[in-house]
């Protein structure tokens, strides 16, 4: 493992390099950056930064063969990597259909370098390098921690709930018509074609979806025996239509747990995707009536999930709401132009970005529903004023703008704009992205 201490004239947490960190400056003097050479060297840096657990050799075989070394950055202090930022070139799909997406991960900073302004740093090399080249206009990431991101611009996109159905609320709605569907449940390994084209088919369904090469699949369906926690290994069950095509299935794993000498197995769904309704309901009922299941429990479904729709008992399954994704423009009128709009919008943005400050000023968007769109800068008096981590939150469609008004984050200087902005910008189903990068 590398050596990634502290410099020795400066202790964490201390000093002039700790009151200067938020904004970089004085506090990165010392530290040089540079594009990643390969996977192995992040290794040290996320070992120690999330807690001493280095990554287990099938791991990171599975990330490094997603590592893009060209795209990624480390910083190093005394030439030894300290500070990590990985980049990959993704599609997603956006309002309208799918676009190129800068995505962001692995931002990971040495507990002893930590507050000296490296992750700032590196986010603000990344970014500018997107914007000169002309690359991606918009990136995506996950985060670990909800707090960390707004302050560089990122705006929280995406939601996701999670669902505990008890064995006592498993009844649907309505009755599920089988339509003669069958059911398989194999390794995901012998549902690789299925699971590819299902997901394929519900690619353009929401904005958020990330389009899956072959190694972006063995990451979805990834099954590290540490990583199971008790449970056994993954299984995939799989749905096909009459004439055997696959038309839904479902990841998922169960942990043995028993009551008073009765089987509970707690059931975790890790993802479900189905091309259509029929389908999708089967493949819930069937996770429903797993035999020796207790609750059954998903963790990531999205935010408007019609398996809240099927439930007679919604409430017995306590959703509850978390953050998901976090999206920035990168160049403002690129970004707002790579979607379509709900409703037809003409608006003037006056936006704040410290981060990229290209983006600054006023921008007018103009769009029908469905068609093109134009953003370009204008010296026409503001319409919205916003912050560039509130046009992050409504890049996909699933932010609101009247929400953030009400809030207090985004500011009406027009009366009547920010209804129409709102609705233009709202899509319907929401955003969604449970893969991992």
């Given at each position: 493992m590398a050596d990634v201490g502290a410099?020795?004239?400066?202790?964490?947490?201390?000093?002039?390099?700790a009151r200067t960190g938020a904004g970089g400056g004085r506090a990165t003097a010392g530290y040089t950056f540079r594009a990643a050479a390969e996977w192995a060297e992040f290794g040290a840096v996320l070992d120690l930064a999330y807690g001493g657990h280095p990554h287990s050799p099938a791991h990171s075989a599975v990330v490094g063969a997603l590592f893009e070394p060209k795209r990624s950055l480390v910083a190093c202090y005394g030439g030894r990597p300290c500070a990590t930022l990985a980049g990959y070139a993704l599609e997603m799909t956006l309002p309208g259909g799918p676009a190129p997406v800068a995505g962001i991960g692995y931002v990971a900073v040495a507990p002893p370098h930590r507050r000296r302004g490296l992750m700032r740093e590196l986010l603000r090399k990344a970014l500018t390098a997107l914007h000169e080249e002309r690359a991606e206009p918009v990136?995506?990431?996950?985060?670990?921690?909800?707090?960390?991101?707004?302050?560089?611009?990122?705006?929280?996109?995406?939601?996701?709930?999670?669902?505990?159905?008890?064995?006592?609320?498993?009844?649907?709605?309505?009755?599920?018509?089988?339509?003669?569907?069958?059911?398989?449940?194999?390794?995901?390994?012998?549902?690789?074609?299925?699971?590819?084209?299902?997901?394929?088919?519900?690619?353009?369904?929401?904005?958020?979806?990330?389009?899956?090469?072959?190694?972006?699949?063995?990451?979805?369906?990834?099954?590290?025996?540490?990583?199971?926690?008790?449970?056994?290994?993954?299984?995939?069950?799989?749905?096909?239509?009459?004439?055997g095509d696959a038309r839904a299935y479902?990841?998922?794993?169960?942990?043995?747990?028993?009551?008073?000498?009765?089987?509970?197995?707690?059931?975790?769904?890790?993802?479900?995707?189905?091309?259509?309704?029929?389908?999708?309901?089967?493949?819930?009922?069937?996770?429903?009536?797993?035999?020796?299941?207790?609750?059954?429990?998903?963790?990531?479904?999205?935010?408007?999930?019609?398996?809240?729709?099927?439930?007679?008992?919604?409430?017995?399954?306590?959703?509850?709401?978390?953050?998901?994704?976090?999206?920035?423009?990168?160049?403002?009128?690129?970004?707002?132009?790579?979607?379509?709009?709900?409703?037809?919008?003409?608006?003037?943005?006056?936006?704040?970005?410290?981060?990229?400050?290209?983006?600054?000023?006023?921008?007018?968007?103009?769009?029908?529903?469905?068609?093109?769109?134009?953003?370009?800068r204008t010296g026409a008096a503001a319409d919205l004023a916003l912050g560039a981590r509130d046009v992050g939150a409504v890049l996909l469609g699933g932010g609101s703008l009247a929400q953030l008004a009400l809030a207090g984050r985004v500011a009406e200087l027009r009366p009547g704009a920010l209804r129409a902005a709102s609705a233009a910008f709202r899509h319907d189903p929401a955003p969604y992205c449970p893969t991992a990068f």
């Open positions: 410099p020795k004239d400066v202790r964490p947490g201390t000093g002039t390099a990136a995506v990431l996950h985060s670990t921690e909800p707090g960390i991101y707004g302050r560089f611009g990122f705006g929280l996109a995406s939601q996701a709930v999670e669902v505990s159905v008890p064995p006592e609320a498993r009844a649907f709605a309505g009755e599920v018509a089988a339509s003669g569907l069958t059911l398989d449940v194999v390794s995901p390994d012998e549902a690789h074609a299925a699971v590819a084209d299902v997901y394929r088919a519900c690619l353009s369904q929401r904005p958020g979806l990330l389009r899956r090469d072959a190694a972006w699949q063995r990451r979805a369906v990834e099954d590290e025996p540490a990583g199971r926690h008790g449970a056994g290994r993954l299984l995939c069950m799989v749905v096909s239509g009459p004439g479902a990841l998922y794993r169960l942990r043995p747990a028993w009551e008073r000498s009765r089987p509970r197995y707690a059931l975790s769904v890790r993802e479900v995707f189905a091309c259509d309704p029929a389908a999708y309901a089967f493949v819930w009922r069937s996770l429903l009536d797993t035999d020796l299941a207790g609750a059954v429990t998903a963790a990531c479904c999205p935010v408007d999930d019609p398996l809240l729709a099927l439930l007679d008992d919604p409430r017995s399954a306590a959703p509850t709401v978390r953050d998901q994704l976090y999206v920035r423009a990168v160049d403002l009128d690129r970004a707002l132009t790579a979607r379509t709009y709900s409703a037809p919008v003409d608006v003037v943005l006056e936006v704040r970005d410290v981060m990229c400050p290209w983006n600054e000023g006023r921008w007018r968007l103009c769009a029908e529903p469905g068609g093109g769109a134009v953003c370009v």
